[in-house]
């Protein structure tokens, strides 16, 4: 069964760092394109990262640039997001998200969020 | 303002038909592929559509997906209660070199 389950939110302070992480297990993870999408609270839903299968290539949402950084640890069947120079835009339900052999295909299995709360 | 734009809201009784619209530019609908999302409020979102007119296994045949230049659309037949909830659709745009999302069409 395909899982992906996200952990790492709390409530952080303007300005901070934080990490975030999602596990994988049930298929080939380094196969697998691998997302972070999140969800302002009574809000759509907002495409933020994107890695390849062996992180070398990565892109990301301009409101993030420079902020944020996406890596994936294959050997652990996990994916991460370091998050920096947080703000309160920032605050969100993250989603990691399984896509396919490319960046084009779609979000096949989603986790359950963590959520990030960023608050002075 | 969400680049790929869906009607806010919509409404149907059990049974009934909806079709939800997607509106997009040359730069994301008009040249790659469409997915489509259902979110029940409090969980997190499910694959409806793929490539524009996929169902992922266990996807029932009530749901299909269109897509035509720059537009795309999910079609739903036969409504339950269980497809209450917002469906997003999505896709890639090269212009801003990421993913796009509609803004979200809310089903009662």
């Known amino acids: 069964e395909v899982k992906v389950g996200e952990s790492g939110g709390v409530v952080v302070q303007p300005g901070g760092s934080l990490t975030l992480s999602c596990a994988a297990s049930g298929f080939a993870f380094d196969d697998h394109v691998m997302h972070w999408v999140r969800q302002a609270p009574g809000k759509g839903l907002e495409w933020v990262s994107t890695?390849?299968?062996?992180?070398?290539?990565?892109y990301y949402t301009e409101s993030v640039k420079g902020r944020f950084a996406v890596s994936r640890g294959n050997s652990k069947n996990s994916l991460y997001l370091q998050m920096n120079y947080l703000s309160v835009d920032d605050t969100a339900m993250y989603y990691c998200?399984?896509?396919?052999?490319?960046?084009?295909?779609?979000?096949?299995?989603w986790g359950q969020g963590t959520l990030v709360t960023v608050s002075s | 303002q969400s680049v790929l734009t869906q009607p806010p809201s919509m409404s149907a009784a059990p049974g009934q038909r909806v079709i939800i619209s997607c509106f997009g530019s040359?730069?994301?609908?008009?040249?790659?592929?469409v997915s489509w999302y259902h979110q029940i409020p409090g969980t997190a979102p499910k694959l409806l559509i793929y490539?524009?007119?996929k169902r992922p296994s266990g996807i029932p045949d009530r749901f299909s997906g269109s897509k035509s230049d720059t537009s795309a659309t999910l079609d739903i037949t036969g409504l339950q209660t269980g497809d209450e909830g917002a469906y997003y659709c999505a896709t890639w745009d090269y212009r801003l070199g990421g993913w796009v999302f509609g803004g979200g069409t809310k089903l009662t």
């Open positions: 890695v390849n299968w062996d992180g070398s290539v990565t």
């Open positions: 490539d524009n007119n």
């Open positions: 998200a399984r896509g396919g052999n490319t960046n084009l295909d779609a979000f096949g299995f």
């Open positions: 040359s730069s994301n609908i008009g040249n790659n592929h």
